[in-house]
């Protein structure tokens, strides 16, 4: 029993270092943080496609590929990689490490990063290309807890992580396509964005399921496919 609690212990501590957690305050429970959520589009379909001629080893190529490119980037460009959620990651930025060209020029970095994976290791294994294979990406600022469980594994609940979550699904809500498109809130426009001249942001509602105040929810739009080139 000993020796499997240590194994727990390690493998909740790699974990916890693969995702940077030293670049969140260790004594503090609250803290102000900006949270990107982003996805893979037509996931389900891609894998639907590689199932069929037995390339399913190409998606895990791509997903621990960008794994390790995000594990390595955590610490120049300030974030936490905080959870994997199936098709995509949880990303979280402590707000003082956050400015608005930073983060965007991280945002076009990714989205390259991910078209290069996807284009190494999955494009010519795929028997019909779907319509969307782009990111998806939603952000929010606002204050997350941080919550240490037993294990040391370190985990953060909070409205922005869920309203981030929900601006990325929505992208997908109205045209044009979703590829490598971005919906923040006011409050990130407001807070970093008003300076950044490469992007054009406009402004935006979306239904946002089971989040309050979502039924109608201002937010902000942006297109990374100029910036990527």
């Known amino acids: 029993m000993r020796r499997s609690g240590k194994i727990r212990r390690g493998l909740s501590q790699t974990y916890n270092d693969m995702k940077n957690i030293e670049a969140i305050e260790s004594k503090k429970i609250v803290h102000e943080m900006v949270v990107v959520a982003f ?12 199932t069929r001629t037995n390339s399913l080893a190409q998606y895990d190529l791509l997903l621990k590929n960008l794994q390790l490119w995000l594990a390595a980037n955590a610490k120049s460009a300030g974030f936490v990689l905080y ?22 020029a991280f945002l076009v970095k990714l989205s390259k ?23 998806t990406l939603g952000i929010d600022l606002g204050q997350v807890r941080k919550v240490t469980f037993a294990t040391g594994e370190v985990e953060f609940v909070g409205r922005p992580i869920n309203v981030a979550c929900r601006l990325q ?6 045209k044009p396509g979703p ?7 006011r409050k990130v426009y407001n807070e970093f964005m008003r300076d950044v001249a490469d992007f054009h942001f406009i402004h935006a509602d979306r239904v946002l399921r089971n989040i ?3 039924e109608k929810y201002q937010c902000c739009k942006v297109d990374f496919t100029k910036a990527m080139g």
């Open 39 to 50: 996805d893979m589009c037509s996931s389900s379909k891609i894998l639907e496609d590689l």
């Open 83 to 104: 959870k994997f959620t199936g098709d995509g990651w949880i990303l979280i930025f402590p707000k003082e490490r956050v400015t608005g060209v930073g983060l965007m």
């Open 113 to 135: 990063k991910h078209v290069k994976f996807r284009q190494d290791f999955v494009d010519g294994y795929l028997e019909s290309m779907p319509a969307s294979v782009g990111l």
């Open 169 to 174: 699904t929505a992208v997908k809500d109205k």
């Open 179 to 185: 590829d490598y498109r971005c919906l923040m809130s």
């Open 212 to 214: 309050s105040g979502g």
